[in-house]
């Protein structure tokens, strides 16, 4: 079955630091793959989505992620965090054919003044 | 576009009383789905509707849990006789066809407790 796994529960970076968040994917075929935000008491947001076109993906609010096959990874990056940054994150994913995601655990991110 | 909108947005009840959530998804999409959160984990697929058909459920999706979308556009999820582990926050998505895969698109979430 597919799974998706993110390191990390908590992530904190200093404002102006890059942000890494990390996701892993299994699957022998690569899927489609999604990154959310989730500020307190609200739905996700879709940050960005990974299908396929190119490996590395632009995103709102300065985020990307790189698709990387040989790792099975959809990291995501913003080279200076922004006190509005802090939230929580999802990485899911979805195969071709089938429309339910699966959801990583999540990463809260910190922002540090 | 107007987003997904979901009523209520909490919930409280007691243990054994039935409840019911709606969503309104967006505008001509034509696939909608029901995810539920618990603390500290991600969101968890339950079921999801193409047009007025129900497709898929999950495992996760008991016997007392119901999901209608009469006629393909809201959607109301019924959970009956409560229980304490149904506290969550059950959340809407909708999408609309596109290729072999959808983007889906969250309302804010109904949180439920149950005391």
């Known amino acids: 079955a597919q799974s998706v796994t993110q390191l990390g529960s908590h992530v904190s970076v200093s404002e102006g630091a890059l942000v890494l968040l990390r996701c892993n994917y299994s699957?022998?075929?690569?899927?489609?793959l999604f990154w959310y935000v989730q500020y307190p008491n609200q739905g996700l947001q879709l940050l960005l989505k990974?299908?396929?076109?190119?490996?590395l993906v632009k995103g709102i609010n300065g985020f990307e992620a790189e698709f990387k096959k040989s790792e099975t990874s959809f990291h995501l990056t913003k080279p200076s965090a922004h006190m509005s940054d802090a939230a929580e994150y999802f990485c899911?994913?979805?195969?071709?054919?089938?429309?339910?995601?699966?959801f990583g655990t999540g990463t809260r991110l910190k922002v540090l003044a | 576009d107007t987003g997904v909108s979901q009523d209520p947005r909490h919930k409280i009840t007691k243990r054994g009383q039935n409840v019911t959530f709606r969503c309104d998804p967006i505008?001509?999409?034509?696939?909608l789905y029901w995810y539920r959160q618990t603390l500290g984990q991600g969101p968890e697929f339950l079921t999801y509707?193409?047009?007025?058909?129900?497709?898929?459920k999950s495992r996760l999706l008991s016997d007392r849990f119901s999901a209608e979308r009469p006629k393909g556009s809201f959607s109301t999820l019924e959970i009956q006789r409560t229980e304490q582990g149904d506290s969550a926050m059950y959340l809407c998505?909708?999408?609309?066809?596109?290729?072999?895969?959808?983007?889906?698109?969250f309302g804010p979430g109904t949180r439920l407790t149950v005391l």
């Open positions: 998505a909708s999408s609309r066809t596109s290729g072999t895969t959808d983007t889906q698109y």
């Open positions: 699957s022998s075929v690569p899927p489609y």
């Open positions: 990974y299908t396929s076109a190119a490996t």
């Open positions: 899911a994913v979805s195969d071709e054919g089938t429309y339910k995601y699966i």
């Open positions: 505008s001509e999409h034509n696939r």
């Open positions: 509707f193409q047009n007025e058909a129900q497709l898929e």
